[in-house]
């Protein structure tokens, strides 16, 4: 059984089962359970209290659905928010709090979190609920949410948050739908065997029956339903902030990537977008560039079709046998019109083998898979409509029109300085040109546009002042630079190189000179920046100390570290990824290392590389624009 496990102040060990199935308190002696079926816990940072949720019961309700497009909190369970001060009984805060979907300060004197009420989703806060006869204490109301995001600023406790949009769905305002409902445009056909029969024969949809007209029509309604999905994935809203004590609206056109998060205390960055610059769709005109790109997917049986190209080279497109071939298996919607029983049940050696085939269609997810890309490809075609912003508590500062430029963004609030990171000319000129293309919706042609221009861009570091609120011109810093890391003592750090496919790395750079490369994750520990870099193949890596202008060798292949008050470091490196077993090792400040154990398989306390971090547990992630 695995175990999350935690060495307290007051001498006793917490631990949390695998899966949640519960917190337990051991003294030394004995395991007091505490809560059963837990979802998210909470230690302050004093160590003298925790929050926690609990389930009723244990259950896997709401795996994300990402075919029907579920929001964050359909894949929450509904729970009880307790208080513990590992003294008294545990107190009950609220009820039916969306797991999902809870955020506080490291001492717990701040809580926010959203309850399920009445069909909608409202955010509520706590305060000082750690305090001596706070068990009257009242959560308070902030706002509804719907379907929405909670951000807390764990510097200042305030909360940005991003409520639904109910006054229109982002489908509307980007698409004319000009395609009727399917009872409105065409009739229901009749078709014999002997039609099947012919159609199966030459494997093109029968004419002069109606049926064609009914599955172009059909295909219309599959694309309209999947567009309006997609769409409903994204989070579209206003984006405001909560002070703690009221709350301002900081942008009402705000389009944030499902799923994402941001760090504590960095500022949020975010797309918004011009409805008046928005170049509504016909939804007619979307499904001809549906059609070319569905043309791609099918397996035509015909080997005429699958060969057959025009005097340029590019591959005709037979609207007629595409449709039979896309409808033909009796599993499809028009199954009924198009399969014919050509001898293939004598195949089937059991019932429940021929039930499978009989039900199943070739492009059951064709539909969706073309589509995902739906929203990046209207980013890249309409790039003009939407832009970027950074705001820092209530206030907002608009960075540039065009939002694909911009690929990070740090403030540094004790010297009213903004940094951010953004395309060169050359790629700039590229997005620009790739807006103003006539490329089809969902079409390879933007996809190998889109890859080129990732492939061959370079960024630039950039820095301008605030003042008083504004934002001054932007002075060029430095080139080739891929990320910021953050300002420490005085000093701006940040990463030139591509990141690798699998994990972020880089070389870290200061005022233009090398400091590490191979650089995979930036820590700071007690006011001490420690660097994870040179990443190997079994999770290990090499741990430096940033000492001045230098770095300082810990540890070569670590697998897991600990930092002490004094600045010592234990660590288990020739980790074993076979047994999941290391040598555990202590490196003290002067460079002294000295063996403690072998065969250890983790620190209690310890953190492990950024490698094992999932988008969940990464903290330095921003909201962010594609």
Not at 191 to 203: C, Q, V, Y
Not at 292 to 303: G, H, Q
Not at 411 to 425: L, M, P
Not at 586 to 605: A, F, Q, R
Request: glycine share 6%.
């Amino acid at each position: 059984m695995n175990l999350n496990i935690s060495l307290i102040k007051n001498g006793k060990v917490l631990y949390v089962t695998e899966l949640g199935l519960g917190i337990y308190i051991w003294d030394g002696e004995n395991s007091k359970n505490i809560a059963e079926y837990t979802d998210f816990y909470s230690l302050s940072e004093d160590e003298g209290s925790m929050i926690y949720l609990a389930k009723k019961h244990y259950s896997f309700r709401g795996a994300f659905d990402f075919k029907n497009g579920l929001s964050e909190y359909d894949r929450g369970e509904r729970c009880t928010l307790y208080l513990y001060n590992f003294k008294d009984e545990p107190y009950e805060i609220d009820n039916d709090v969306v797991s999902v979907s809870i955020t506080c300060s490291k001492d717990l004197s701040s809580i926010y979190y959203v309850k399920e009420e009445n069909d909608t989703y409202n955010i509520y806060y706590i305060n000082d609920i750690t305090k001596p006869d706070s068990e009257n204490k009242k959560p308070v109301f902030i706002a509804e949410l719907g379907r929405g995001l909670i951000l807390m600023n764990k510097k200042t406790e305030g909360l940005y948050y991003l409520s639904e949009n109910k006054e229109s769905s982002l489908y509307d305002l980007i698409i004319e739908d000009d395609i009727p409902d399917m009872t409105e445009e065409v009739s229901v056909p009749e078709i014999s065997e002997e039609d099947k029969a012919l159609m199966f024969k030459d494997k093109s949809v029968i004419k002069d029956k109606g049926l064609k007209e009914y599955a172009l029509q059909q295909m219309k309604m599959e694309l309209k339903e999947k567009l309006k999905k997609i769409t409903a994935k994204e989070y579209f809203g206003t984006l405001s902030y909560y002070d703690k004590n009221s709350s301002k609206t900081l942008s009402t056109d705000v389009l944030v990537a499902s799923r994402a998060s941001i760090s504590s205390d960095e500022p949020v960055s975010f797309t918004y977008f011009d409805k008046d610059k928005i170049e509504k769709i016909k939804l007619s005109s979307l499904f001809e560039d549906y059609i070319y790109k569905l043309d791609e997917y099918i397996k035509y049986s015909d080997d005429e079709i699958s060969n057959n190209t025009d005097q340029s080279g590019e591959k005709k497109l037979n609207l007629d046998k595409l449709i039979y071939e896309y409808y033909k298996d009796k599993g499809s919607p028009l199954g009924e019109y198009f399969y014919v029983d050509n001898g293939d049940s004598d195949k089937f050696k059991s019932k429940l083998e021929a039930d499978f085939y009989l039900k199943y269609w070739d492009y059951d997810l064709t539909s969706e898979i073309i589509v995902e890309d739906f929203m990046r490809d209207i980013l890249w075609k309409q790039n003009q409509a939407f832009a970027v912003a950074a705001v820092l508590e209530d206030k907002v500062y608009r960075l540039e029109e065009g939002g694909h430029n911009i690929s990070d963004i740090y403030i540094d609030e004790e010297d009213n300085n903004i940094y951010i990171v953004k395309n060169d000319k050359e790629t700039e000129d590229k997005i620009k040109s790739l807006s103003e293309g006539s490329y089809k919706y969902f079409s390879s042609e933007i996809d190998k546009a889109v890859a080129d221009i990732y492939r061959s861009r370079d960024c630039e570091l950039y820095k301008a002042d605030l003042k008083d609120g504004k934002l001054e011109s932007f002075e060029l810093l430095d080139s080739g630079v891929s990320r910021i890391y953050g300002i420490y003592n005085k000093k701006l750090y940040y990463v030139k190189g591509n990141d690798n496919i699998f994990f972020s790395i880089g070389t870290l750079y200061c005022d233009k000179r090398e400091i590490k490369s191979e650089c995979v994750a930036w820590r700071i520990i007690n006011g001490t920046v420690y660097l994870e870099t040179d990443p190997k193949s079994n999770y290990t890596y090499d741990l430096y100390k940033l000492n001045g202008d230098d770095i300082e060798k810990i540890g070569s292949e670590v697998y897991e570290f600990k930092i002490f008050d004094d600045g010592s470091v234990a660590y288990i490196d020739n980790y074993n990824r076979d047994t999941g077993m290391g040598t555990l090792e202590s490196w003290t400040d002067n460079g002294n290392k000295e063996p403690l154990d072998k065969d250890v398989i983790n620190i209690v306390g310890g953190m492990r590389s950024s490698l094992h971090l999932t988008s969940e547990d990464e903290e330095n992630v921003y909201i962010k624009f594609r």
